[in-house]
């Protein structure tokens, strides 16, 4: 699967450092060529002689060291990576990457490679959880540095939390990832909504429901995997940013994620409203929390705008791509969608069938056409049906 593929594996210090092992002799059953650096810290858990037998490839670990060829070996090494993977990274060695420090091989090989940087964390949750340490993942994570999210679980130290490097098995799924899947949407900018609206009441009270955001951002990981630059304009959620994210967006009302919407349309190719919008708003907010009393309380509720509806008059050649998440007459309503708001298709789900709709990861969809054609799919993980949903879109593009 990995053949013919040239991965340097940065390993730094950290308890986690036998994992790296695994990884190593994952990627070579991969057909993959790996070489690896490591830090001088790393070599006080495991020799070099370890990586070096399951790699077949000579270890480096001192920026001083004897050359093993006449290459400038940072250089050399940074200019073979097809990928550049750091398992386990260290808060030391994000920090180091993040500020452009090179003061060992490790860093500067880092710092002087173009190919793809995936990082791996392994660290204490106390240091993971550590603003500097995050806002460092942050940064580089702006500069499309991509990242294995780091497990929770009992820590080597003791601790409960998060900070366990993920497995290696994940490490891998996330190197094939990357290297193999095609970049189909290179440099096509697509704008995502996904999550739920909130629209207050009160200071304390608000209307809203129960999307969780997780296919929106899920079709935005997979977009991004694909090459493409991602727009992502987003309700409050407990989810992570997806990674490589060109612009994302927070909001909280119809009306702001209307504002936002109209504000980015012209600078994307393809727009796919996955939010879970609010139809109505109540027709006037109180400035202070509303008291019990013994009367009952009336709201009066005003329509917010159609956002899909608002985009669909104007699209002109762009891709527009809506969702249905119904509990009666699914077809019949997406169709009626499809046509008042001139779609390109729609993503319809019937909030009845378990294991569809909101809060999972699994999702059961019927893809209708403008033109009526109707594609069934059975349940699977919504980051399945995201690449369905952005192959129907590249089809599109070819015509």
């Excluded at 296919?215 to 940013?241: F, P």
């Excluded at 762009?318 to 997406?334: Q, S």
């Excluded at 569809?356 to 969809?365: E, K, M, Q, R, S």
Aim: glycine residues 6%.
């Amino acid at each position: 699967m990995l053949s013919g593929k040239n991965i340097v594996l940065g390993v730094s210090g950290g308890i986690a450092v036998y994992k790296a092992c695994d990884v190593v002799s994952r990627l070579k059953k991969l057909n993959a060529n790996v070489k690896v650096i490591m830090t001088k810290s790393a070599v006080e858990f495991v020799t070099p002689l370890t990586f070096q037998s399951l790699s077949q490839n000579f270890v480096v670990a001192d920026m001083f060291e004897e050359p093993k060829t006449w290459d400038v070996e940072h250089i050399s090494l940074a200019q073979w990576a097809d990928l550049f993977l750091i398992a386990p990274a260290t808060a030391n060695i994000i920090g180091k990457i993040a500020n452009g420090i090179g003061d060992d091989m490790l860093s500067t090989t880092v710092m002087a490679t173009k190919a793809k940087v995936l990082i791996a964390p392994a660290m204490n949750t106390n240091m993971y959880e550590n603003k500097i340490v995050q806002d460092n993942i942050s940064k580089l994570k702006k500069y499309r540095y991509e990242f294995v999210e780091p497990e929770s679980g009992r820590l080597a130290c003791g601790d409960i939390g998060k900070g366990k490097l993920a497995s290696p098995e994940n490490i891998v799924k996330e190197v094939i990832n990357i290297l193999t899947i095609e970049k189909d949407l290179n440099e096509k900018n697509i704008l995502i909504t996904a999550g739920p609206t909130i629209e207050s009441i009160d200071p304390v009270r608000y209307l809203t429901n129960r999307s969780s955001g997780k296919m929106g951002y899920s079709i935005a990981t997979e977009a991004v995997k694909r090459g493409a630059n991602v727009t992502l304009i987003s309700g409050k959620t407990n989810l992570d940013v997806p990674v490589g994210v060109k612009n994302f967006i927070q909001i909280e009302s119809a009306k702001d994620m209307y504002d936002e919407v109209i504000k980015n349309l012209e600078d994307n190719d393809i727009i796919i409203k996955s939010a879970a919008v609010a139809d109505y708003k109540p027709k006037s907010k109180s400035n202070k929390k509303i008291k019990k009393s013994d009367e009952d309380l009336v709201l009066e509720l005003d329509r917010n705008h159609d956002i899909l509806k608002e985009i669909g008059k104007i699209k002109e050649d762009k891709i527009l791509v809506g969702f249905a998440a119904e509990t009666n007459d699914l077809i019949e309503n997406a169709k009626q969608k499809i046509k008042k708001k001139n779609l390109d298709f729609i993503v319809a789900n019937d909030l009845t069938q378990e294991g569809a709709g909101f809060g999972v990861d699994t999702n059961i969809v019927k893809i209708i056409d403008k033109n009526g054609n109707i594609e069934e799919y059975p349940k699977m993980n919504k980051s399945d049906i995201s690449n369905i949903i952005l192959d129907k879109i590249k089809l599109l593009l070819e015509k």
